[in-house]
């Protein structure tokens, strides 16, 4: 390899970590699975040895996207569910095992936004709002060509954005942000709360509803129109007309995608320049992740605001 990033993506269930080169070519990709793993760094900073020592070439810098809380203006994180990472340094870990200090943390929706613009259902676009809907739900914002970051790094925090102000209350304190209607746990919750019974999962709830259950019917089309207020409110701010929509939701199918299409057309529809959004389903696979890490350190366009440790 010639130029190519340490690429490292936080996740629910595993660390993955590969090198990406320029032409944004995954190698080497590895897993740390971090599930009660008292020895997560460690293996960590032992499967970065071995990849560092595989490549050859110029080593650029380390990308880094994660599950949130982030601390950007420190580097550090501390993911969910990974208990054992409060406050987790990540950033100065990276530069001091690798001895690089060019090391990029973004939150994991701004990383799949970003690898979706450059390699996905984003390309050619100059402006695009790219959106995750899984186990909660995310964002990224492209503004005139490269990712738009925001002072402290989170822009595009749209699962929190409240569209019900006497709404039921989120978890992070809020009323009725879009993320208590829309994400996939949440929809499955609803319906639990309505009667529902099936495996607790949104697969689960995405077939119910295709077989004709009514209320999985009802709870993911109001899942949809959350998220779609959620976008069209956005919209209304931006004034752009792309919106890609990814995450394990997402690939639902029709079921989900015809209530999102209804509802975006017809909360848009009462004022003109909102009323043409360009919505795309997200098209990067397995890969993206790791590929929009590595954009991190990578994208030749300059983002604004991301944590750059060798600022
Ligand atoms: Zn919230």
Not at 205 to 212: F, I, N, P, W
Request: hydrophobic residues 45%; glycine residues 12%; aromatic residues 8%.
């Amino acid at each position: 390899m010639s130029r190519y990033a340490l690429a490292v993506d936080v996740g629910a269930t595993k660390v993955a970590l590969a090198l990406v080169d320029r032409q944004f070519s995954v190698d080497f990709k590895q897993e740390v699975f971090v599930k009660e793993n008292p020895h997560l760094w460690d293996e960590i900073a032992e499967v970065t040895e071995q990849l560092l020592d595989s490549a050859g070439g110029s080593f650029i810098g380390v990308g880094i996207g994660s599950a949130g809380p982030l601390h950007l203006d420190s580097g550090a994180i501390s993911p969910v569910n990974i208990p054992v990472w409060r406050k987790f340094p990540i950033v100065s870990k990276f530069a001091e095992i690798t001895e690089n200090q060019n090391v990029v943390l973004h939150g994991d929706a701004m990383a799949l936004a970003h690898a979706e613009f450059r390699l996905g259902a984003g390309q050619g676009v100059a402006n695009m709002l790219g959106i995750v809907v899984s186990t909660g739900i995310g964002g990224g914002l492209i503004l005139n060509d490269s990712l738009y970051t925001g002072e402290t790094g989170n822009a595009y925090f749209i699962g929190h954005h409240t569209i019900n102000f006497d709404g039921l209350q989120c978890a992070c304190g809020r009323l009725g942000c879009v993320e208590t209607y829309a994400s996939g746990p949440r929809m499955v919750a609803i319906a639990q709360d309505n009667g529902w019974v099936g495996e607790p999962s949104f697969i689960a709830l995405a077939e119910s509803a295709r077989q004709g259950n009514a209320t999985a019917l009802q709870v993911i089309d109001e899942g949809a129109r959350a998220l779609a207020i959620g976008i069209v409110n956005s919209i209304g701010s931006l004034d752009i007309r792309t919106v890609v929509v990814g995450g394990g939701v997402s690939q639902a199918g029709e079921v989900y995608w015809n209530p999102l299409r209804h509802h975006i057309a017809n909360e848009s529809r009462f004022t003109d320049f909102i009323s043409d959004i360009d919505l795309r389903l997200a098209q990067l696979q397995r890969d993206a992740g790791i590929v929009g890490a590595a954009l991190g350190v990578l994208d030749e366009a300059p983002a604004t605001s991301l944590f750059q440790n060798a600022k």
